[in-house]
């Protein structure tokens, strides 16, 4: 018994130590609370596509249903989150839906906040792991980092981030890597300024054409088929 609690602990330890460098998760709380009376008030249904991930994800809220039809998606952005919030809350966010697929937005504000991109990919590999513990089955379409004004500073570490989904996706056939990256840049590798609201880090309606644009025949391919099964 105490040999058990002390694997415990220290298993416990390394968790918490991957997420140091995170900020608490708990400010989500009043969140997560909204999202379980919306299901309450509107039940989702299963085997759909549950949509997650930070300001970006969140604000295609108005059109991704539109954008991405005939698909089924469950909209579960949160803005100002990164991928250690959407891991401590995967059951609210994803598993209870039960879905089919899953495409998440992150890596954004956590390159922001200075967390080391070890601890970034590893959170991304903890949720992946955690979500197929759940359902082998189920696809995950990681959507890259989007380069952008306000932060173009810090897009040569989100390379590095996007780097690291490519190599998740090229090593097991369930991931997908989606670059929404590349078309929102200009030909000499900077950003196109033209795709942003005036702080400089959102996108205006033209980025989430190229989001669509990008994301929706990607999507097509994939899951159109098991749309039309349902």
């Known amino acids: 018994m105490i040999r058990l609690t002390l694997i415990t602990a220290l298993l416990s ?11 608490p998760t ?6 997560m609370i909204g999202f379980r009376i919306e299901d309450k008030v509107n039940p989702k249904p299963k085997d759909a596509i549950v949509a997650t991930g930070s300001s970006s994800m969140r604000f295609w809220d108005h059109r991704i249903h539109d954008d991405l ?3 089924t998606i469950i909209s579960r952005g949160f803005g100002g ?4 919030d959407v891991l401590t809350y995967l059951d609210d966010l994803v598993i209870k839906h039960e879905p089919r697929a899953v495409m ?6 956590d390159v922001w906040q200075e967390v080391p991109v070890t601890d970034i990919v590893n959170a991304y590999t903890t949720s992946i792991s955690k979500i197929h513990d759940h359902d082998a089955d189920i696809r995950i379409y990681l959507l890259s980092v989007k380069p952008s004004i306000s932060r173009a500073a810090l897009w040569e570490t989100m390379q590095e981030v996007n780097a690291s989904m490519k190599q998740m996706a090229d090593r097991d056939p369930r991931i997908h890597y ?18 942003f609201v005036s702080d400089g880090l959102h996108m205006n309606q033209a980025g989430y054409d190229i989001w669509r644009d990008t ?16």
């Open 13 to 23: 330890a390394s968790v918490n130590l991957a997420a140091a460098d995170y900020p």
């Open 104 to 109: 998440i937005y992150e890596g954004d504000n």
């Open 69 to 71: 039809k005939p698909l």
């Open 81 to 84: 989150s990164n991928m250690n």
């Open 215 to 230: 994301v929706a025949p990607y999507l097509l391919e994939h899951e159109a088929r098991y749309e039309f099964t349902r």
């Open 178 to 195: 989606i670059d929404v990256a590349t078309p929102m840049l200009n030909p000499d590798g900077s950003v196109q300024e033209d795709l």
């Open 26 to 31: 708990d400010r989500w709380e009043y969140s």
